[in-house]
């Protein structure tokens, strides 16, 4: 457990921002408690300074996992969010995409959104914006990146891809091995 | 955790396509056969069959008739059968006796038999005294069968044979039940020259077969069930236990969980009323380890049992908590659950590769106040301490999940559960440590098991009890069968009845056990504790017999393998002393007459007999090592080496004294001694015991 180093904390918060803008700051001043982003074998964690110096006390080696984890750091260095933060995205989310019942085991299964797919979109989406993918019950699925802005699905043919997929829920049983 | 297994089974119903295409086939009257072909003769046949009866009659009157005439016995048949004329003129004058109408007929069959062989005569005599022989047999044979019939309304009569080749399941079956029924009814239906014992064994052997046991595991559960209670055991041990799934209630309600997954075609209910979390599937149309609940973390795919023993700890929230045997996360997650995602929960376990599977678990289930390690049980308590409350779900043998993994049928042996519960009490014991006594909400302990062995539960518990100032609460669970309190020769702290057990024949759950410890002092007994002593103990306890109290226990075995150490050594040392006997018997034998003339001893054979005692010393030190470290009380140590030091010069000397004499026994003490050698290092492999007391006393008079 070490500190994110400058670079990797601007690429973190970079990261995050196009997905939940401003609301970065939120996750960093939280009125129950000091919450910290820390890193362990390249991954990001995100976790309670109370919990942190409790996991202090194991031996490195030996500690598997304390709090959340957000994502991994390639050895390009850039980061690459893993599904697991979630948890954090969805709820301050600027940009949503809700699929249509019929295609959330799709999207589950790691295709991207077409247009048919598609149920609602956020008003003001740019092109390439970070969006949390829900399902119509308001479940969030996964995230990606918008292929098109709001204007341009508007008019886009029904196969034209509208989300690019980046992480999904079905990683929990997919990927299983590799994420953690 | 489940999410592979097919929930989804159909079975198949109705006949199928093609049964319904096809009627069920019908047969003409004549192949049919039946009444209706009976019915159906005309007039005429009716009448030629009347005559064809009176004929038969006829017949048959005038047969006996001659049989009259001559009384049928073996020999005069084959003297018939030898002399024909004599047969022929007899037969014409019993024709001639009979009525006119019949002679024709009559004629044409005497000429039939005559027309036979005397070997088909022969045939037809023997077939007939064939035919009489088996209808005696069978006539005697019911005899029999109403003689047992009279018999079983005392005693069931129950074949003890072993011809496990002929016996089909159907028979084993049926000889369980009999045997049961003699045993629930001993005194009335048991077979005299039976006993008890005889009708268990033979219970236990068709069980074993029954339902592919094996006889270890078998007797283990002979001893903790009556007899009705493990038939119902066996029973529901082959039936899989139903998918119960919990809701994760940090994301969502079990009412809004429940609605959800009927949507998706899954048929659910309640689990029951001692939990708010548990929903139990009856059936299901999609995988409920893949449907998109599932992987956004509403609920949990676990068996109702392993609800229990966090219910058991009824987690606070802000508390700090540990799990110790956390894989696959199931409880672990339902802990962090209770407490609300505040407090800190530690979830260790051994196996790295399971870890993967709570980390995920977590994650999905968005659990974030956990922090997963993977470190010895045993070391935890030096690493942190001072827990509110500790939830050890120990490894086990899992005798009580049988229906999930039938490999336990056949694989536990009695190392298997030692090597357990010798775990399992360094786990409770560091579980303990780790606790904190003074913690205000708290101090609280939950050990669980899917396990339904004493060995693994409440001995345990009681051993944990007499090592730790910890005692006994209510689980707080309300239904459950009570702990025991004594099994078989053990007998345990009375308080164990606050503890419980579930079995899958009562509960419809995995067999499980549930205890609850309140610390109530951070301080460890005097005079307990000793690790090295615990590691030792239950591997010495497989020759000794079982003691009541651990600390006697400790002393008896500590014992013991002082006793076993000191037994080779004994031994070895009887051994050094009948060569030395047998070498001074013959040197008596042999110098007796020529004792007096002391000539210089022939060096060759001596030399020889010399290099033998040396290397006997040799393995006598070899062993003196040993018992050095195992004993580590030196003055008996000394003494020891003093006696074989003693009986090795001795013999010895005795060879010296044979002087030219032993010349010609040498050859014959050479042989013996090697024999003796051979004798002796069998002995040591073998570790032979032997009685402590005439030993010493050989050793003294060899001494001597």
């Known amino acids: ?180 | 955790m489940g999410r592979k297994a097919n929930f989804a089974e159909k079975q198949k119903k109705g006949p199928g396509r093609k049964t319904k295409k096809q009627k069920p086939p019908s047969f003409p009257a004549h192949i049919a056969g039946g009444p209706e072909s009976e019915t159906k003769l005309s007039h005429r046949q009716k009448q030629r069959l009347l005559k064809r009866k009176e004929k038969q009659q006829k017949l048959v009157s005038k047969k006996k008739v001659k049989q009259n005439e001559i009384p049928p016995s073996d020999d005069e048949v084959s003297a018939d059968n030898m002399s024909d004329d004599h047969d022929q003129s007899d037969d014409a004058s019993s024709t001639e006796d009979n009525q006119a109408p019949n002679k024709l007929f009559d004629m044409s069959d005497e000429e039939s038999e005559d027309e036979m062989l005397e070997v088909e005569k022969a045939n037809i005599e023997l077939k007939k005294k064939q035919k009489r022989e088996t209808e005696e047999d069978e006539e005697a044979e019911e005899d029999d069968e109403e003689d047992g019939g009279e018999d079983n309304r005392e005693a069931l009569q129950i074949s003890f044979q072993d011809n496990d080749k002929e016996l089909t399941l159907q028979d084993v079956q049926q000889r369980i039940k009999d045997i049961l029924l003699v045993l629930n009814d001993f005194k009335r239906l048991r077979q005299e020259n039976i006993s008890r014992a005889e009708y268990v064994a033979q219970l236990r052997k068709d069980l074993c077969l029954y339902y592919s046991y094996d006889e270890f595991l078998m007797s283990k559960l002979m001893d903790i069930f009556s007899l009705s209670e493990l038939m119902e055991f066996l029973e529901a041990s082959e039936v899989q236990r139903p998918v119960t799934i919990r809701t994760n209630t940090l994301k969502v309600r079990r009412r809004d969980l429940a609605s959800a997954l009927i949507n998706r075609g899954v048929n659910l209910d309640p689990l029951g009323k001692w939990t708010k979390v548990g929903l139990v599937v009856y059936s299901s149309q999609v995988p409920l380890g893949a449907t998109p609940e599932y992987l956004a973390g509403h609920y949990m795919i676990q068996g109702a049992s392993s609800l229990l023993p966090v219910i058991a700890l009824a987690p606070q929230e802000h508390e700090r908590i540990l799990d110790m045997c956390a894989a696959p996360g199931g409880k672990s997650s339902h802990i962090a659950a209770l407490m609300k995602n505040t407090g800190t929960l530690f979830s260790n376990d051994v196996n790295r590769d399971r870890l993967k599977a709570v980390v995920a678990n977590f994650h999905r289930l968005g659990v974030n106040n956990a922090i997963v390690s993977c470190e010895k049980g045993e070391k935890l308590k030096s690493i942190i301490s001072g827990f509110d409350r500790v939830l050890l779900d120990g490894p086990c043998t899992g005798t009580g999940v049988i229906s999930k993994d039938p490999t336990v049928k056949t694989s536990k042996s009695d190392v298997d559960i030692q090597r357990c519960y010798n775990l399992q009490r360094k786990l409770i014991l560091t579980a303990i440590d780790c606790l904190d006594a003074n913690s205000t909400t708290g101090g609280y302990l939950v050990y669980s098991t899917c396990s339904v062995l004493p060995e693994e539960n409440e001995w345990v518990i009681d051993y944990a009890l007499k090592k730790r100032n910890v005692k006994l609460v209510p689980t707080g669970l309300d239904f459950g069968e009570e702990g025991f309190i004594k099994y078989k020769q053990l007998r345990f702290h009375p308080s164990l009845k606050l503890t419980r057990r579930f079995y899958p024949h009562t509960h419809n759950m995995d067999g499980f056990f549930v205890a609850k410890l309140k610390k109530f002092s951070n301080a460890i007994p005097v005079g307990v504790d000793d690790e090295e002593e615990e590691e030792q103990e239950p591997e010495v306890q497989e020759t000794n017999s079982i003691n009541e109290t651990s600390k006697k226990k400790k002393r008896a075995n500590h014992d013991s393998s002082n006793e076993v150490q000191k037994k080779k050594f004994k031994k070895n040392e009887e051994i050094n002393g009948e060569i030395i006997k047998k070498v001074k018997k013959d040197v008596g034998a042999n110098t007796k007459p020529s004792q007096q003339k002391l000539v210089a001893s022939d060096s060759t054979t001596n030399g020889v007999l010399k290099k033998k005692v040396m290397k006997n010393k040799d393995v006598t030190k070899k062993l003196k090592q040993k018992n050095i470290k195992a004993v580590g009380s030196e003055t008996n140590e000394v003494k020891k080496k003093k006696q074989i030091k003693k009986n090795n010069d001795g013999g010895i000397e005795g060879n010296k004294t044979t002087g030219k004499s032993a010349d010609a026994n040498s050859k014959i003490n050479q042989k013996k001694l090697k024999k003796n050698g051979d004798a002796r290092s069998n002995v040591n492999k073998k570790k032979l015991k032997m009685k402590k007391g005439p030993l010493l006393k050989k050793v003294a008079t060899i001494d001597h």
Request: aromatic share 12%; with cysteine; hydrophobic share 35%.
């Open chain 1, 1 to 180: 457990m070490k500190r994110l180093s400058e670079e990797r904390a601007k690429i973190l918060f970079e990261k995050l921002a196009k997905f939940i803008g401003p609301n970065v700051k939120q996750l960093i001043d939280r009125p129950d408690g000091t919450y910290c982003f820390r890193e362990h074998r390249d991954r990001v964690y995100y976790v309670s300074e109370k919990i942190l110096k409790l996991a202090e006390t194991f031996n490195p080696n030996q500690l598997v996992c304390v709090g959340t984890c957000f994502g991994k750091f390639t050895k390009s260095n850039k980061l690459k969010l893993h599904i697991t933060a979630l948890t954090y995205l969805a709820p301050y989310a600027q940009y949503k995409i809700w699929v249509k019942p019929s295609f959330e085991q799709q999207f589950l299964y790691g295709n991207h959104v077409p247009k048919s797919g598609l149920g609602r979109i956020t008003e003001n989406t740019p092109q390439y914006a970070g969006t949390v993918v829900y399902s119509m019950s308001d479940m969030p699925l996964g995230f990606g990146v918008a292929a098109r802005s709001t204007a341009d699905c508007k008019l886009a043919d029904p196969l034209a891809t509208v989300c690019f997929h980046q992480a999904d829920i079905g990683e929990y049983i997919r990927s299983e091995d590799t994420l953690f």
